[in-house]
Structure formats: structure tokens, C-alpha cells
């Protein structure tokens, strides 16, 4: 039976977390293969415009989005290396004060592989804090691994499956629209440690 919580493991703001992070992303035989075309196709498919991306780390969902998109991040650290990457990304408290933080500015809100870092009271407060910045009707994309994928990484902390999304959605007045396992079928994510529960939903007006 899969555990469903771990104890939490504060290093996901550390320079050497975010280091690693651009590390595996930019090993020779990923930019060699593309591994990551299937998963900018995917986003990039969803149309999803404007995008603030919550949780942006150093910035891969950010250029695949390639586009008018906006990194906020908790990790000082993984914040500078997106910018080395030419992304568009702030600190919390640097968004905060900056320009793009105008209420119902972005088309869209992506939050993808960031909740599993934290608690679901947790999870539905960082979708809550940053839903005013979403216009009326825009979308919401939240984004999790699978069984391998929650399994792989010692910093996750709560498992984060549809009836968990869904639940943050609800919390934050947005109604799903798509649920779907990616790239392979859910059975897959038992063993693939890249496969994705997705769940789209858009903001609920009034």
C-alpha cells in the first residue's frame, strides 16, 4: 500500500537542490534523446496563453512554454539559475512587488510538480494565494507524479492523486475540466517514474 505522507525534508530551497535540479535536466543524453518533447508538446497543446507557473524551479515548464510565460519560486537559488536560462522568474516576494502581479492578469496557472512538496491544507493555500491573478474564467493546471515519480524524490511530502486535486480545485472555486494520465496510462505510473496525473479546470466567476 502506498504511503500517503512523509516527514517533511526542508531542502527544496537549497542551492544544491536546485543545482541538481538543472543537472538532470541538462545531462547530455536527454538533450541528445529530447526526452522532454513528449512533455512540451503536451503543455504546449493546452494553449493555456499568459501563464504564471507557480513553483517554476529552473525554469523547464517556463521554456517549453515559450511564451508569455512568468516563474515564481520559493528557492532564491532556483530562481537565478531560470534567469540564467532566460526565463522571466521571481522569488515570492519579488513577484509581489513587481509589475506582473495584477489582479486577473495571467490566462492561466500552472502548478506542476510543486503540491506533493507540501501538505493538502498546504496545497490548497498556495492555489488560493495566487488565484487573484488569474482573469475571470482562465484555467487552472495542476500537474503531480505517480507512484514511481512520488517514490523517487525523498523531499515529497503528501501524495497528491485526482481525488487530492480535485480537491484543491474545489477549495479554490475552480471547476475541473480534464483529468488524464500522461504520457502513458495510469497503470504505467506504478513503474514509470515521468508518468503525470493532470487535472485542468478553469475558475468558477462570481
Known sequence: MLVVSRPVVPHTSDRDYALRLRRSED???????????PYRRHLRRLQLGSTLEVGCGVGRNLRHLAGDAVGVDASA???????????????RDEFRSS???????????????VLE??????????????????RPRGRVVLI??????????????????FDRLHAILAANRVEPLRSYSFPFPRPLGRVFPHNEFVVVGVAAVG
Open 144 to 161: 503531480a507524479p505517480q507512484e514511481a515519480g512520488f517514490r523517487a524524490d525523498p523531499t515529497h511530502v503528501e501524495w497528491m492523486d
Open 77 to 91: 537559488h532556483a530562481v537565478e539559475l531560470a534567469r540564467e536560462r532566460g526565463c522571466v522568474a521571481y522569488t
Open 27 to 37: 545531462a547530455w543524453w536527454k538533450r541528445l534523446l529530447d526526452v522532454q518533447a
Open 117 to 134: 512538496h507540501m501538505s493538502l491544507p498546504e496545497a490548497i493555500e498556495l492555489v488560493r494565494e495566487y488565484r487573484v491573478y488569474l
Open 99 to 113: 509589475p506582473r502581479a495584477r489582479p486577473a492578469s495571467f490566462d492561466s496557472l500552472l502548478f506542476a510538480h
